[in-house]
């Protein structure tokens, strides 16, 4: 049992290290490869907001796989297959495309492959939904948290090396070849089949009403505002403060990567061990004190640790939360429940990548960084709403 248990864990854990894959190269090289073509942080955080999109209609990925069954062959695998094929074929064809001359168009294909990692992200959320029990959410959430930054570590490095010393589509192609383990994997889980009280039914969104399922949505949507808003600029401003090469970035996002398995591991055992109030108020403080202190690089050895106390509090972050959101979700609407909370926190996301690269332009990185940090403290006003007393029917316990 403990052994099948693992290796369900491990395929969770796969398909999110296949997301991290991606996010390696968004978060390292992205922004440097758009503004070798000249392309300026303002339409790079444009380009972020837009990409995100399908992050943020993902809901209506959840509600068609809550409902439909793929020719009998399940509500969540068959998905998960589609949109893992999807982002392999945009990865193939995507360096062949000027981003210079065809801005748009490289727009538009990375679009493309955000929805189709939005619809298997949707589908892993809903198949971790319909098999985990509450007891095992701290848990289940560290590995994928976990397995996301692992792809990180893994392709950070290994990417930069490559736009530096290969070429800029050798980095694409050994991402779509990074996309294909899943597939090896994906057999070991089986979809049981539905029972009545776990069928589709629209009366299930009424917890939509609630008070802190609303407070907790807000808070998503700042949480993920600030650090991922953040995030992207990391690297730019060590390019622009230190000169650091497309390697040293990289191997800078490696490091943060680190921090997220450990931020990942750190939030599990936060939620398992202190509550959920407790949790939340330890991710906070650590958010503040992380982003502040990016701002007072001086020197580049202070860079490392300084990056790497970032990542701890990015996983940190969305463990805690993604923990949390799993504890409202109504398992008639799985997927379709989570993937609103999601849209909400990749609402925040959007927004977040288009402050920080406005900040960036007009106000420089040292001050947005202060200003994103600050903002931790527009969360604190929603936590009575879901720990206190008074919020009616939580259903989140303190």
Known sequence: MEQKRLIRYLMFGLLYFTQGTILSYFTALNALYLLEFG??????????????????IKVFLGMLSDKVNVLGLGHRKPYIVIGLIVQIICLIFVPLIDPGANFWLYVAIA?????????YDTCTDGLALDTTPISEKGTIQGFMVGGRAVGVIVTASL??????????????WCLAILTLPPFFFLK???????????????????????????ALAIIGFIFFLIIIGVNQIVNPYLQETFDISLSTAGFFTTIWGVGVVIGS???????????????????????????????????LSLAWFLVAL???????YQTVYFALAM?????????????????????????????TGFFADSFGFKMTFVIMALLNFAVLP???????KKAKKALIPA
Request: hydrophobic share 55%; proline share 3%; charged share 10%.
């Open 265 to 299: 591991i750190t939030g599990g055992g936060l939620i398992n061990k202190l509550g959920n109030r407790t949790a939340v108020i330890i991710a906070i403080a650590v958010a503040l004190v992380s982003i502040l202190a990016l701002a007072t690089i001086n020197q």
């Open 327 to 355: 504890e409202y979700t109504d398992p008639r609407i799985a997927a379709t429940m989570f993937s609103i909370l999601m849209a909400v926190t990749n609402i925040g996301q959007g927004i977040g990548l288009g402050l």
């Open 188 to 214: 070991t889980v089986s979809e049981a089949p539905r029972v009545q009280e776990r069928a589709f039914d629209w009366s299930a969104f009424s917890a939509f009403k609630q008070l802190p399922v609303i």
């Open 382 to 388: 929603f936590l009575p709403m879901i720990f206190g």
């Open 159 to 172: 990417v930069g090396l490559l736009a530096e010393n290969v070429s800029w589509s050798s980095v694409f």
């Open 111 to 119: 679009f493309l492959l955000q929805m189709g990692m939005a619809l």
């Open 310 to 316: 970032f990542g701890i509090c990015y996983g940190t």
């Open 39 to 56: 392309i300026d942080m303002t339409r790079i955080g444009i380009m972020g907001t837009i990409a995100l999109i399908p992050f943020v």
